[in-house]
Structure formats: C-alpha cells, structure tokens
C-alpha cells in the first residue's frame, strides 16, 4: 500500500511518463526503444483489482486484435508484481485482452511498484482520458476513491483532470436504482437522463418513459419536476436555502441563489442585493477587489 504522506498528485499529467507515448507509438517509435520495456507471457498478466471498466465491447475489442495482428502491440502494458511470474494490470488491459484474441504468445510491459491507491488512480485516468468507461462504471471509480482512500470530491477532480462539479454530478448516479443503472451501464440512457430521475417518485417507471419517448434532457428536466412537486411550484432545495442565509451572515447583505440544472450539469448564479455604496465598497473589499 502506498502511505498516506505519499499520495500521488497530478497522475493524469504524468500517465505517459508511465504507460509510454502511444501518440508516439502510433507514428512508428517500436516498443524496444524504451529501454525499461520487456516482454512477458500473456500467461503471467492478471486483470486489474482496481480496473474501473468491467465491459469490453466485442466489436472493438476484435478491431483492436486485427490491428495487433499486423502490427503488434504498439504501446506497452503497464503492470506491478503480484508473485512469482504472476504481474497484475494496472492500465491496458484491452491490449492485453485483444493480444490473446490474436493469439500472442508474449506482450511488451512496463514493470512498475505501484501501490493500490496509485493503481485505481492510473486505471482511473487512462479509461476516463480515452472514454473507455460508461457514466456508471466512471462513478463508481470516483466513489472507489472516495470510500477506499479518504479522498474528497474536490481532490479527486483535481487529480484526475475533471471539474469538481463533473465528480459530483457523476457520482449522484449512484443513487439511482439497479435497473436504472444497468440501463446506463447498456446505453439506453444517457447520464445526462439518468440524473433528471434523481428524487422523483418511481424513477424505473420514469426512466421507461424517457427511453420510450426520446424527449432530450431539458423535456425530462420538465417531466420530472412535475412529478416531484405535482400541482404546485416546486420548492427551493433546503440546501441551497441554508447557503444564502451562511454566505448573508458572512457578507451581512442579501444573498439569492439560482440553482438549475440544464443539461444534465449543475448551472446557476448569486445575487448579492446592497442598499448603498458603502455596502458595495465593503464588499468589494471583501472580495479582495478594487474598484
């Protein structure tokens, strides 16, 4: 395990100083240029324990074999010692996974001591930098580092490379039921969908709906509103209520908060309401701000 102390920062910027330049790769740098990669037997990798991505879709993963085939496998897989010829994949385990289809014998590999907490990370960062994981399977990668290393929403997104609010907003999908996911997980509904099915009554049946009709997500926004607070406008989220009254107690002015969501992403403004200039010079002051 990797200490505490010794926590990563940045991997998502460091990702090919690990698992090689495939951008190089690609434009004809062989694999034996570096001089840290060695071949293994295919025999002696195992999956990731942290692997995020649990589909591996046929079509492309067969396309990749085919390529394999003609020209190997360019990029090398990265891997950490588990045991006596036994290596674990850390990142590129769909290169791994079509070199068998193409019925090779041995891969190239980079050999690294890594710990769990850099191994979800890395895994994390390469299926998410390439699109490789569905919203769900990326959820439950950023909810893996949250549960299993103490990190907070905010610090993840800084170390994968997203928005804090794109970590909250994927991470809500949790709350969804079973199938819903499962229908996430398959393609049937977007993440942007699902997220409009958080809170309402029955968001099964909700979500039947939506695939049956094809609205977009601000007719779903609508849907399911409406079946929140049916008959009635619907009422302010408490918490953000509790956020004004603690932002106007600290800048002794009024404080109104828009929040909406508008394509499947949280969006909103503050208004800060003054009733002189000299309410306004002490706020920008506050604000650490000239005028």
């Known amino acids: 395990m990797t200490p505490p102390t010794e926590r990563p920062r940045g991997l998502g910027r460091g990702l090919s100083a690990l698992i090689g330049d495939e951008a190089a790769a690609v434009k004809g740098e062989p694999v034996a240029a570096r001089k840290?990669?060695?071949?293994?037997?295919?025999?002696?990798?195992?999956?990731?324990?942290?692997?995020?991505?649990?589909?591996?879709?046929?079509?492309?993963?067969?396309?990749l074999a085919a390529s394999i085939r003609e020209v190997?496998?360019?990029?090398?897989?990265?891997?950490?010692?588990?045991?006596?010829?036994?290596?674990?994949?850390?990142?590129?385990?769909?290169?791994?996974?079509?070199?068998q289809l193409a019925q090779l014998h041995d891969v190239p590999v980079l050999i690294r001591e890594l710990g769990d907490e850099q191994?979800?990370?890395?895994?994390?960062?390469?299926?998410?930098?390439?699109?490789?994981?569905n919203p769900i399977e990326e959820a439950q990668a950023y909810q893996?580092?949250?549960?299993?290393?103490?990190?907070?929403?905010?610090?993840?997104?800084?170390?994968?490379g997203k928005s804090r609010s794109h970590v909250a907003?994927?991470?809500?999908?949790?709350?969804?039921?079973?199938?819903?996911?499962?229908?996430?997980?398959?393609?049937?509904l977007t993440a942007g969908h699902a997220r409009t099915l958080l809170?309402?009554?029955?968001?099964?049946?909700?979500?039947?709906?939506?695939?049956?009709t094809g609205l977009t997500v601000r007719q779903a926004e609508r849907r399911s509103d409406a079946k929140r607070y049916p008959g009635k406008k619907p009422l302010k989220d408490p918490n953000i209520v509790?956020?004004?009254?603690?932002?106007s107690n600290a800048l002794g002015l009024k404080v109104h908060i828009t929040h909406k969501v508008h394509k499947g992403e949280d969006k909103g403004e503050v208004k800060i309401t003054y009733s002189s200039l000299e309410q306004l010079d002490d706020l920008t002051r506050r604000l650490g701000r000239r005028v």
């Not at 990029?75 to 791994?96: C, F, K, N």
């Not at 580092?145 to 800084?158: C, M, N, S, Y």
């Not at 809170?199 to 049956?212: N, S, T």
């Open 36 to 63: 840290d990669a060695r071949t293994l037997p295919v025999a002696f990798l195992r999956p990731g324990r942290y692997q995020p991505r649990h589909v591996f879709d046929d079509e492309p993963l067969a396309n």
């Open 72 to 99: 190997g496998v360019l990029s090398p897989i990265l891997v950490r010692p588990i045991g006596p010829e036994s290596y674990e994949i850390v990142a590129g385990e769909r290169r791994w996974r079509a070199a």
């Open 119 to 133: 191994a979800l990370e890395i895994a994390i960062i390469e299926n998410v930098q390439r699109e490789g994981l």
């Open 144 to 160: 893996d580092l949250i549960d299993k290393f103490g990190r907070t929403q905010e610090t993840v997104a800084k170390e994968i």
């Open 169 to 188: 907003n994927a991470v809500r999908l949790l709350k969804l039921p079973e199938t819903v996911k499962a229908w996430v997980r398959e393609g049937k």
């Open 199 to 212: 809170g309402v009554p029955d968001p099964e049946a909700m979500a039947r709906e939506l695939m049956a």
């Open 242 to 247: 509790a956020l004004e009254s603690t932002i």
